[in-house]
DNA sequence: GTGTTTGCAAAGTGTTTGCAATTTA
DNA sequence: TAAATTGCAAACACTTTGCAAACAC
């Protein structure tokens, strides 16, 4: 089952995170987190901006994502050597990657089973562990 | 146990790939396989390269490192938005990342276990499933 | 000789930054 | 009004490309 999350929790994520209420982060967020789970890159999230007659600049839109991240309200995805994209469902789960089309879907985090890892060097944690299932065609 | 590469491997792959056994291209087999498992990136490689006084150009070692790729003598790995590793080992296998220091260390496949995986869409298939462990200082 | 490969410098791509103007509290 | 945020354009890092010179077969 899918959560939505609800307009003023992101509101309050913002104020929590001491990121002022600007028009162009609500913007976002709303455009971000009403439309359920998302991937999205900086570029495409720009130009939906634009679509939807916010005005945003692209130095915004990357300033925003990366604020959103460290809030912990978007997590990253390092699948493309040469975009970042940022999902909206922080949750731990994995990924497909189509690569002719680069979209990206989810995994349900229990279909796949890690098993006993080796341990990190002292003094070192393990801060995720991303599994990416590369799809192409046949 | 891990298997060294003979030189004379190279050289057969290198003519099976239909790529000419240039100066360059043997100087960097050389470097890439004469030492057990690597992960480099073109920079570094470049960086070893004039170090060890053999002359070549930074877009070279590019294009043989996609070369190598192409023709199944190197693994590339994407841990990193804004660079691209590459993996001596191309054996199926994992990877920890070290994000402080930006290094990368394999894995054996068999310490990670993937459970069931979702099916691909009809016409697509997995190319493959790739498992990185971030690691960061506590 | 003929086709491949190389090196250089220029172009490209996605991303970040500096700073004046604007907005928020 | 003081501090934070924005937008723009310039700067950036990494990677790719075009083309003449060098090289392999």
Same mark, same amino acid.
């Given at each position: 089952?899918?959560?939505?999350? *609800?307009?003023?929790?992101?509101? #309050?994520?913002?104020?929590?995170?001491?990121?002022?209420? =600007?028009?162009?982060?609500?913007?976002?967020?709303?455009?971000?987190?009403?439309?359920?789970?998302?991937?999205?890159?900086?570029?495409?999230?720009?130009?939906?901006?634009?679509?939807?007659?916010?005005?945003? @600049?692209?130095?915004?839109?990357?300033?925003?994502?990366?604020?959103?991240?460290?809030?912990?309200?978007?997590?990253?995805?390092?699948? #493309?050597?040469?975009?970042?994209?940022?999902? =909206?469902? =922080?949750?731990?789960?994995?990924?497909?990657?189509?690569?002719? @089309?680069?979209?990206?879907?989810?995994?349900? @985090?229990?279909?796949? =089973?890690?098993?006993?890892? *080796?341990? *990190? *060097?002292?003094?070192? @944690?393990?801060?995720?562990?991303?599994?990416?299932?590369?799809?192409?065609?046949?």
């Amino acid at each position: 089952m899918k959560k939505v999350r *609800p307009y003023s929790h992101v509101l #309050d994520q913002l104020r929590t995170a001491g990121l002022r209420p =600007t028009r162009q982060r609500l913007a976002l967020a709303k455009l971000l987190f009403e439309g359920g789970d998302r991937h999205v890159t900086a570029e495409m999230l720009h130009a939906e901006a634009l679509g939807a007659a916010v005005r945003v @600049s692209l130095a915004t839109v990357y300033n925003t994502l990366h604020q959103f991240t460290n809030a912990g309200i978007l997590r990253e995805i390092v699948v #493309d050597a040469s975009r970042s994209y940022f999902d =909206t469902n =922080t949750s731990n789960h994995h990924h497909f990657f189509f690569e002719d @089309s680069g979209e990206l879907q989810d995994i349900e @985090s229990d279909l796949i =089973t890690i098993g006993e890892l *080796p341990p *990190p *060097p002292p003094g070192k @944690s393990v801060k995720s562990v991303d599994v990416v299932v590369r799809i192409t065609a046949d």
